[in-house]
């Protein structure tokens, strides 16, 4: 994989990855662009210990354009985009309208004595898996899901040494159902200055395990009886395991670990990254496959904090859907959105039995 690093118009980094070695980018951004935005603000919920970014300028951000004017799209001598290049493989770029930056215009005034405040100090970055608008990420190569892998490794090493940054989340959101505002296939990575609230959480629940059992660790525990158990498993390889948890909070979600504990992405064998795509790619064409419709899903990867607990973690990627049937969509309603108790429609180890069906 060859990596080339350029400077955007205004001032924000652009990353090709290419497989191949002899590919050449030297393409300048033409555009004329405004500076970049400031830091968003975070300001602090006392009732429930948890961050919150307010980012204002991502109200005018680009909103389902129409394809020929995608800004993931290559340019052409006609129409520029964030991409100078006439084409490419995978590419990361910091977002154009991002909820975390590292332009830190001035500190921000305290709101009340208990409610902190503080710049929205970070960064996030668009990965941009293919060229072709018109493709999936299912519909890529296991080579390209590698490429992407790898991508993801360089972006996790590189963020986590940022100034402020205490974990990296790279994911995906796919469909409008889900609340995409651009139809290209793409993932993003955003580097927190905090630990996330559902890591802090897991992070709490693996440090209890551990205190009781002598420092097993709690995820490797829970997918070797997932797989032992068989019933809620989708399917697998030499070293990757595709199941369906036992409380599963959504209609259809799976979990995809590496049988080896390791904190994240870049912690991964050749061969752990080779065997992924593959199966992860057949996942997808089973979400696909269930109600013959394009599925609508997230796909969070979970990674251990760039500084602290890390040997508490285990990195896996938890893939799951809003829809629960061909023309029904599952809402976070009272309960799940005031309270945060889900309730499932769907039986996990049915889940997994249409998955393996599909």
Not at 77 to 82: F, G, H, N, Y
Not at 185 to 206: N, W
Not at 210 to 238: F, M, P, S
Request: proline share 10%; with cysteine.
């Amino acid at each position: 994989m060859k990596r080339t690093a350029i400077e955007l118009a205004d001032g924000r980094e652009l990353i090709y990855f290419d497989e191949r070695d002899d590919a050449v980018r030297d393409q300048p951004d033409r555009r004329e662009l405004p500076p970049p935005p400031p830091a968003s603000q975070l300001r602090y919920d006392p009732l429930t210990d948890e961050w919150v970014a307010v980012a204002v300028h991502r109200q005018t951000r680009t909103f389902l354009p129409p394809a020929d004017q995608c800004p993931l799209c290559p340019s052409t001598a006609d129409r520029l985009s964030e991409i100078p290049a006439p084409d490419y493989d995978v590419v990361v770029f910091e977002n154009r309208f991002p909820s975390l930056s590292g332009r830190i215009a001035e500190e921000p005034a305290e709101i009340t004595p208990f409610t902190p405040v503080r710049p929205g100090q970070g960064r996030c970055e668009v990965v941009c898996f293919t060229d072709d608008h018109n493709a999936s990420f299912a519909s890529l190569s296991p080579g390209r899901v590698r490429t992407v892998l790898d991508a993801l490794a360089d972006r996790t090493t590189a963020l986590a040494e940022l100034p402020g940054v205490e974990q990296v989340f790279p994911f995906e959101n796919r469909g409008v159902e889900i609340g995409v505002t651009l139809h290209h296939p793409h993932g993003q990575v955003y580097a927190y200055p905090f630990v996330t609230p559902r890591t802090r959480a897991m992070l709490a629940a693996a440090r209890r395990h551990a205190d009781r059992t002598g420092g097993r660790n709690l995820y490797a525990d829970v997918l070797a009886a997932e797989r032992a158990d068989g019933g809620r498993v989708v399917a697998g390889n030499e070293h990757w395991t595709a199941y369906v948890p036992a409380a599963a909070r959504w209609p259809f979600e799976v979990h995809v670990a590496p049988h080896r504990p390791v904190p994240d992405i870049p912690a991964l064998t050749d061969a752990q990254r080779d065997a992924f795509g593959p199966l992860y790619l057949d996942l997808l064409r089973r979400f696909d496959g269930l109600f013959d419709v394009p599925m609508p899903y997230i796909a969070a990867w979970h990674q251990a904090p760039v500084r602290v607990d890390r040997e508490l973690g285990h990195l896996h990627l938890q893939l799951f859907s809003i829809r629960r049937a061909k023309d029904k969509l599952k809402y976070l309603a009272g309960s799940e959105s005031g309270m945060g108790v889900f309730i499932n429609d769907i039986a996990p180890e049915r889940a997994a039995e249409l998955l393996r069906a599909a």
